[in-house]
């Protein structure tokens, strides 16, 4: 028994594998017991060392029935196979774009190319009120920034091309210095759930992306602007060469020369502005990386009217109770002070390098430059000096990765900064803003998972570090008045008889957090839950500010005690979309911990005249609001478009309402387009804006001169305007002029009834109306 072998049949298993058409026959799979085969070009096949019993063949092919037998093998075996077409009747085939943006869990706005263009001539600020929920804080008609949700200013960052604005726009008056026309698609973000651009956006994100061309083409296009209401207009011309592999680039120049506005009865005089910009990139593509020069100038001079400068108390009594302006002057494109002569220079470079298919590293450092001039009413050897002349330079270095799977993707980075600002003494006038330095570093973590087709989270981490140090000299009667003597000692540096030279610090460490979730429910319902944590430093002109601010005509005093707003906002947002009509819901509701906020509290009279003051404070603070859009596709021909945004902003700590909240607004707009007359569109638009009945009474009492005595009277700085109606009509034709050149033709009418009226969110509001009807015509060559 030692020496006993068990011995098993080695068999053979042969033939032909046949087929009515043609067959590549060596794509076949063949699997016998546990041999695994394919047959040859010819459909041959032979499988050997196989034991007798019971053996399963199973044979494949794409298109075509599987085999599936089994046999009793007892010795070498030949036999053929005959493949029979697999007619298994599909299903319809969906595809469905991958969503690319910022966050999942919020729905974002954009505002296209086609809309972007009919603002060629207007500023940034004016397209966005395209977007429901989206209101502007001007200061006349040339200064525009975009409120969001009830929030501006810093708590709304600006980001164009991937760079962070940092372009002195803490002030209310600073509109962002750029050039709509380099835009190629605008998002909006409300809300702080971009933490990849900072932690810092209470209200929202501007995203503003450039036209990218990865294709082999060369094209270009050229917009010419004429506006009736200031008689003057803009030229924007840009180039645009691409390619996937290997060299492109990009070239955009744009001029502007506005005179005057006018009112529905008067010249809103030294109102013109004029603009230069230019913004060019050059890139370099390979398969594994990529490289991006790009440069950027934007210069612009903007007349401030003339009449929101008062000389004495009389004036500013006179200038809001009269509802007429103190300065009407002739028409003309002159612009003389006030005015603000600013320009803004981006240089910036970036590699990209991918690692594999779903992964990739970016290196970006960018350089800005910020020069801003306020010029006041100055007489003698200051004449034609700055009252205002700051320089602001930034630094920033970002490095960020990005990993993408099947249902996931994940992004993480790190950010730091430098800047610098310098307040020229050569203005004879103690600067509004001191001269600072900052430091800011920031890393950030972002993770979406996709649990299936209809449901997916979000989720996203923070960490900001930010140094500040200043230097600034405080008149010792308003240092003891604010109290800093007692609270802030440490901060002096120098004795300089009336002054005290001090060098003011502040750290902050700030963490930033976003979740939420998009669901798709049947029916093409969709719903978007997000809840957001951001905070936001004070800026320079919170903390500082002390004087007048030239371009608005105001007395601004900041506050060394300020301490860093605390955001935490929930948005929901409820989106449905039928046949023909489809409409989002999206209510929200956003709690702010020591809101930082401009309040009026008097007046000041110096050597200049007497000037309204306003001062930082906090606040807690309670901002609800809803924004409703709906899209109606009536006909093949007739199209209705409607928005709705409201806020109500209430201060906790004093149960009063906030100041400057944009009030219930309504648009509807009715189009008709025709794709066979020349693609002609007409539209009509409604604009209702209703009077904002929730806002503090900030009122005081001062003494004028009439009939040469004291007379003391109210000064109504708190009731706002009432509501308005505008109506507003655009038209466009398209013409195929030349063979490789197409001709657009637009023409529009802003206020169509020349209504006159007064905005509340306009600091300019108390000494003139808003301006009149306006006749547009546009000019956009394709080619």
């Known amino acids: 028994m030692l020496f006993v072998n068990s011995l098993y049949s080695q068999n053979t298993i042969s033939g032909k594998i046949i087929s009515q058409e043609p067959v590549s026959f060596s794509d076949i799979h063949i699997h016998i017991g546990q041999k695994i085969s394919s ?21 494949s092919h794409i298109g075509y029935q599987s085999i599936d037998t089994v046999i009793n093998l007892q010795g070498n075996l030949e036999i053929d196979f005959k493949l029979k077409r697999n007619t298994t009747k599909l299903h319809e085939v969906v595809i469905q774009q991958k969503n690319n943006a910022n966050s999942k869990s919020v729905a974002e706005q954009q505002i296209k190319l086609e809309t972007i263009e009919k603002y060629s001539n207007k500023s940034l600020g004016d397209v966005l009120k395209e977007v429901a929920g989206i209101s502007s804080l001007k200061t006349g008609n040339a200064v525009v920034k975009p409120i969001i949700n009830g929030l501006y200013g810093s708590r709304v960052p600006v980001i164009n091309n991937n760079v962070k604005l940092e372009d002195q726009q803490w002030g209310t008056e600073h509109a962002p210095n750029f050039d709509v026309n380099a835009a190629g698609k605008i998002t909006v973000i409300k809300g702080a759930s971009g933490l990849q651009y900072g932690g810092d956006a209470i209200g929202g994100l501007v995203i503003i992306e450039p036209i990218n061309v990865k294709k082999d083409t060369l094209f270009g296009k050229t917009i010419v602007n004429y506006d009736a209401n200031g008689k003057g207009g803009s030229l924007s011309s840009s180039v645009h060469k691409g390619n996937d592999l290997g060299w492109s680039w990009n070239a955009l120049a744009t001029l502007k020369y506005m005179g005057d506005k006018q009112a529905a009865a008067y010249v809103l005089s030294n109102t013109g502005n004029r603009e230069a910009n230019f913004s060019g990139d050059l890139k370099y593509a390979a398969k594994k990386f990529n490289a991006t020069a790009f440069y950027s100038y934007y210069k612009s001079v903007i007349g401030i009217l003339s009449a929101s400068h008062t000389g004495n108390v009389n004036d500013l009594y006179q200038s809001i109770n009269n509802k007429v302006p103190s300065v009407i002057n002739d028409f003309t494109y002159i612009i003389q002070n006030p005015k603000q002569d600013v320009q803004h220079h981006i240089a910036k470079f970036n590699f990209d390098y991918y690692l594999n298919e779903s992964a990739f590293i970016a290196f970006q450092y960018a350089f800005q430059f910020n020069k801003r001039l306020e010029y006041d009413v100055r007489r003698g050897d200051y004449k034609n000096t700055a009252a205002l002349d700051l320089d602001l330079k930034t630094n920033t270095l970002n490095i960020d990765f990005k990993k993408s799977g099947h249902d996931w ?10 800047q610098k600002n310098y307040a020229n003494p050569a203005t004879g006038i103690r600067p509004l803003i001191p001269n600072y330095d900052k430091i800011d ?118 506050d060394l005690n300020l301490k860093k707003e605390q955001s935490t906002k929930l948005s929901v947002t409820i989106r449905k979309k039928f046949d023909q009509f489809s409409f989002e819901i999206n209510p929200y509701s956003n709690h702010i911990h020591d809101y930082i906020f401009l309040k009026p509290v008097g007046f000041e009279t110096t050597i200049r005249g007497a000037f309204p003051v306003w001062e930082y404070q906090q606040t807690d603070a309670l901002l609800l609001g809803i924004d409703v859009q709906t899209h109606w596709n009536i006909t093949n021909h007739w199209q209705h478009s409607f928005s709705l945004a409201y806020v109500n902003g209430k201060d906790n700590s004093k149960k009063e309402p906030l100041i400057d909240m944009p009030p219930l607004n309504l648009n509807n707009k009715i189009r008709f387009s025709k794709k066979e007359w020349n693609q002609l569109i007409l539209e009509l638009k409604s604009e209702i804006v209703l009077q904002q009945n929730r806002y503090p009474d900030n009122n005081f009492y001062t003494n004028i001169i009439k009939d040469n005595e004291f007379e003391s009277v109210l000064v109504d700085i708190s009731t ?44 300019q509001r108390f000494f003139a109306d808003e301006i009149g009807r306006s006749f547009q015509i546009q000019l956009k060559f394709n080619y």
């Open 409 to 418: 993707n994940f992004e993480s980075g790190l950010s730091a900064a430098t």
């Open 720 to 763: 706002p305007p009432p509501a308005y109606h505008l109506l507003h009509f655009y038209s466009e034709m398209k013409f195929n002029t030349f063979k490789k050149m197409n001709t657009t033709v637009a023409f529009s009418v802003q206020n169509i009834f020349n209504v006159s009226y007064r905005d509340y969110l306009n600091r």
């Open 441 to 558: 570093f920031g890393a950030y973590a972002i993770s979406s998972y996709n649990f299936s087709d209809s449901f997916s989270v979000d989720g996203g981490l923070r960490y900001d570090f930010s140094k500040m140090d200043a230097t600034k000299y405080y008149q010792k009667s308003r240092w003891d008045e604010r109290g800093y003597n007692e609270t802030f000692p440490e901060f002096i540096a120098g004795d300089y008889g009336t002054q005290w030279l001090t060098k003011p610090n502040f750290t902050f460490h700030n963490i930033s957090a976003s979740a939420g979730f998009h669901k798709k429910l049947e029916k093409s319902w969709d719903i978007f839950t997000n809840v957001s944590f951001a905070s936001r430093n004070p800026n320079p002109s919170e903390f500082f500010s002390d004087g007048l601010h030239h371009s608005t005509g105001v007395i601004e005093l900041g």
């Open 39 to 59: 047959s040859d070009t010819s459909g041959n096949y032979r499988v050997t060392n196989l034991p007798d019993g019971i053996t399963k063949i199973y044979i």
